[in-house]
């Protein structure tokens, strides 16, 4: 038996030598094949091998047949330890991998992906997280005795910069709701993020109807030839106001609420200016999503077509009345007779009404054009000068009459009658 004997040789290290183990005497009843192939290194045989042996022998089968059992089982813990650390490792990497994809997108010219979000404009992160849009610093005072309510708006400071500049040109917009009958702006403050505005805005409201109302103020950057982007705005409840004190405090603005714009439907006219003919010609062509007014779900639409000079009342146009539609097709031409010296101070105000054979008319909607109009309707009144005897035309978004008419306060009629005006500018020009 040369395997049994091979350990035993005097070459063996001197340290298992403090170790004698009666090697022989467990080893012998082993059989010659198994215990040679299976235990080459272990000539030594502890009381708990022994232990171990005395228990397969107990068992009822062939020795080899137990190491098999045994071998088999375990390569299988083993196969099953390596597909457990695999699956790991695998999900580990798929996490690095969407990290680093993470990292890449966020690197994209330097700018986080919220950066690139933001400065899209305000629109665009309305449902990004929390962005800071500067702070506001108001003054709210009650009076019982004139039931007036004074709103202050002293100055605002870090802005969002809404221009490509890095800058605003903010202003403040100020009105009640929900009643917002009359609509306030404070002066605009060209390339700063640090307006200081101190102006002061009253309202007259009842303490009842104050203890149910809410004061907007709504903090806008002003651009000549686009819409005016909302910066952000504060929304007050004035009923957890305390007003026995003036209160002046600076608050964070917040995002701006989308609910509250209500929508009165779309004009769509065409405005077309011969210089050399002094004539202006308006086309109204159609509305569409209007507003319905009546008891039946809709409304009998006709279009009031204005003209005011030096923010007088000038000139006045009609459509006709259609019936039951909430989109009306009109198509109908007016011309009016505009100098060239008179067009810089002409305000064309286009309104739609619902008419009713009982009541009183009621206004559905209201935009206004001129030079100092603003966004869509600025355009509109720009490509109509800039393209002289070709007509334009543009679908216009509906306001309501108060918003309108707060911000175009038009004076009461001119005195002398239109034709008159003219001819007297006519050969009289200023
Ligand atoms: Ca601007
Ligand atoms: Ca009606």
């Known amino acids: 038996m040369p395997a049994v004997q091979q350990p035993d040789p005097p070459t063996t ?97 330097g700018k986080s992906t919220t950066a690139l979000i933001q400065s899209d404009g305000g629109e665009a992160s309305y449902g990004s997280t929390k962005t800071y849009r500067g702070k506001l610093l108001y003054s709210l005072e009650y009076s019982a005795a004139l039931s007036e309510l004074t709103v202050g708006i002293k100055q605002a400071s870090s802005l969002k910069a809404m221009d490509f500049g890095g800058s605003s040109d903010p202003y403040v917009k100020v009105y009640i709701c929900p009643s917002k009958t009359k609509i306030c702006e404070t002066k605009v403050f060209k390339s700063t993020l640090n307006p200081v505005f101190n102006e002061q805005f009253s309202f007259q409201i009842s303490k009842s109807a104050l203890l149910k109302s809410t004061v907007v103020m709504k903090v806008f950057d002003f651009d000549r030839f686009s819409k005016h982007e909302i910066i952000g705005e504060l929304r007050l409840e004035l009923c957890s106001v305390d007003w026995n004190h003036v209160i002046e405090e600076w608050q964070e603005l917040a995002e701006p609420a989308q609910f509250e714009e209500e929508n009165l439907g779309e004009i769509c006219f065409s405005l077309r200016y011969v210089p050399t003919a002094s004539k202006l010609t308006v086309v109204i062509l159609e509305a569409k999503n209007l507003k319905s007014m009546d008891m039946n779900g809709s409304s009998d639409p006709y279009v009031k077509v204005q003209l005011a000079l030096d923010k007088r009342k000038w000139k006045k146009r009609k459509t006709s009345i259609k019936k039951k539609t909430l989109s009306p097709y009109f198509n109908e031409s007016f011309t009016f007779d505009v100098t060239l010296s008179q067009i810089q101070r002409v305000n064309l105000v286009i309104s739609v009404w619902d008419h009713d054979a009982v009541t009183r008319n009621d206004a559905m909607g209201k935009i206004y054009l001129g030079c100092d109009a603003t966004g869509n309707q600025l355009r509109h009144w720009a490509d109509m000068l800039s393209n002289p005897r070709r007509p334009v035309a543009q679908w216009h978004t509906l306001l309501t009459p108060q918003q309108v008419n707060s911000t175009l306060t038009l004076k009461k009629r001119i005195p002398i009658p239109g034709k008159l005006v003219e001819n007297s500018q006519r050969f009289f020009p200023h």
């Open 13 to 109: 290290p001197p340290w298992t030598t403090t170790r004698p183990n009666p090697a022989n005497v467990s080893v012998s009843p082993l059989p010659a094949i198994s215990s040679t192939t299976i235990h080459p290194t272990n000539a030594t045989i502890s009381p708990a091998e022994a232990f171990f042996n005395d228990l397969l022998n107990q068992i009822p089968l062939p020795r080899w047949a137990v190491y098999v059992i045994f071998a088999v089982g375990g390569l299988l813990i083993v196969i099953c330890c390596l597909c457990v650390c695999t699956k790991c490792c695998c999900k580990e990497k798929k996490k690095k991998k969407k990290k680093d994809e993470q990292i890449g997108l966020t690197g994209v010219n």
